[in-house]
């Protein structure tokens, strides 16, 4: 299978995309935000699920995974010699912070046997754009601890740079981007958050702003992954009053975005683990009464903006963008142990993927640099490369082929998708088995691309006065 791929003619297609985006007005509106649950546990349960990944929480039992449990069902690499994501640096995006952060991390490492980062750096918004936002600073925080413990705990030898903005209205996340991306111009970029790419819960002169800063990323070897979402197939949309359609969310629709999914085990809740192995997934699809608007699936959807990369082409059934690339737990009875504000919590969602993905690619591009190779840069034409040879996909990925993501269910009136063999809208190509991975990722040559026509057309990108929205903790 040839390697090197030619994508002059996408590019173009793309540019004619961005510029649509950017000239597209509609009512400004803000999107719900995802309710990220925490599950409340005590200490000692937590200490007990670092043996056993149950957690009883108030009147019952639920699954729940550390570090060390996610590392055997997706067979991270282990041993002295095992890469941990040493010279790498793993930059999350995030809005309002947390006040705790720096000391649950420190605590979930003591926890968890992790060591400190190499360093961990917070960097502020500067420039404030608008003083909009939803305020919600108790789910941001709770996203905050979840992005920056898991990629470390994926990837403990990656320095963590945790950059927040002052609110989570769109204008200021692309401000706060603008401000920081070209400080870490090759870092691994976490968001786990998200609007819709169209339509009232969406800001296309801010996308079209992130697409330029991440088109600059990957072309200095950077890598940008994103959560695709946690309202199922249907985005924000039917919350904001418009009609119930396939909506793929951004920054995941991004066609230089490694977007990803979400999966539960299979069978529900504890499938994924299985006595120290990979056991078995399905598309997550979870009713959750607790929290708006009653239920999580994972976001994917073809894109209406964007055309295909050329690395999707022929494997999706679409020449159009197609989110997500890839899949990973987001069960929230079978989510993953968070330390916030001192206190533990079992969290789920698309979020928890963003960030571990984020620290695969840490591992990865470590592997590459002992190897004298580059850093993946935009890592999903090597991923969507693997998939198209038959052994290389059914070693390096666990293809999901049971489940959907209609959210609420099949009689919700809302779209879905349903997982199935090879590339589905539920879950993309899959989930990782991250040592065989790792292994042909380490040894196929990064792809070059000329990304120069592309950024020197988007200009300084988009109306000034366009609409703004609030981007969704959890995708």
């Known amino acids: 299978m040839a390697k090197h791929l030619r ?138 601890s979840l992005d920056v413990e898991y990629a470390h705990g994926m990837a403990p030898g990656a320095n963590i740079v945790l950059a927040v903005g002052s609110t989570d209205d769109s204008t200021n996340i692309a401000q706060l981007e603008k401000e920081v991306l070209p400080q870490y111009p090759t870092a691994i970029v976490s968001q786990s958050f998200g609007a819709d790419e169209a339509g009232l819960a969406s800001d296309p002169d801010s996308a079209a702003i992130m697409d330029k800063l991440f088109l600059n990323q990957v072309l200095h070897g950077g890598t940008v992954v994103a959560a695709s979402g946690d309202f199922g197939a249907s985005g924000f949309t039917p919350f904001t009053g418009g009609a119930p359609t396939p909506m793929a969310g951004y920054p995941a629709s991004s066609p230089f975005v490694l977007s990803v999914g979400g999966t539960m085990g299979n069978p529900a809740p504890a499938g994924l683990w299985n006595r120290g192995h990979y056991g078995g997934e399905q598309a997550w699809n979870e009713l959750l009464p607790s929290v708006f608007p009653g239920g999580g699936a994972g976001g994917g959807a073809p894109s209406t903006i964007y055309p295909a990369p050329l690395w999707q082409l022929g494997l999706t059934g679409t020449s159009m963008r197609a989110e997500p690339d890839v899949s990973y737990n987001a069960a929230f009875n079978g989510g993953v142990i968070v330390v916030f504000a001192g206190q533990h919590g079992v969290v789920g969602g698309t979020s928890a993927g963003a960030p571990q993905w984020a620290a695969i690619v840490a591992l990865a591009n470590e592997m590459r640099g002992q190897r004298g ?86 200009g300084d990108g988009g109306n000034k006065h366009g609409k703004h929205v609030g981007f969704g903790a959890g995708g």
């Open 7 to 144: 994508f002059g003619a996408w590019l173009s297609l793309v540019v004619a995309a961005l510029c649509v985006a950017a000239s597209a007005s509609a009512t400004p509106m803000r999107p719900a935000l995802t309710n990220l649950p925490f599950t409340q546990i005590s200490a000692a349960a937590a200490k007990a699920a670092r043996q056993t990944p149950l957690c009883p929480p108030n009147g019952g039992t639920i699954v729940c995974y550390s570090p060390s449990f996610l590392r055997d069902a997706y067979d991270f690499p282990t041993g002295r010699n095992a890469p941990d994501g040493a010279g790498q640096t793993i930059l999350i995006v995030t809005a309002y912070g947390s006040p705790f952060i720096q000391q649950d991390l420190a605590q979930f490492d003591a926890e968890n046997g992790l060591p400190d980062p190499p360093s961990f750096t917070i960097v502020n918004q500067q420039t404030q754009v608008t003083a909009a936002g939803s305020g919600d600073l108790q789910t941001w925080a709770i996203e905050t």
């Open 373 to 458: 190779s580059g850093p993946l840069g935009i890592a999903t034409a090597q991923l969507w490369s693997l998939a198209r040879d038959k052994n290389d996909y059914r070693q390096d990925f666990h293809d999901i082929t049971v489940g959907n993501n209609t959210l609420l269910g099949a009689s919700s009136g809302l779209p879905g998708f349903n997982a199935g063999p090879g590339y589905d809208y539920a879950t993309g190509l899959g989930t990782p088995d991250v040592s065989r991975l790792l292994k042909d990722l380490g040894g196929n040559n990064g792809q070059r691309f000329r990304f120069e026509d592309l950024l020197k057309s988007q």
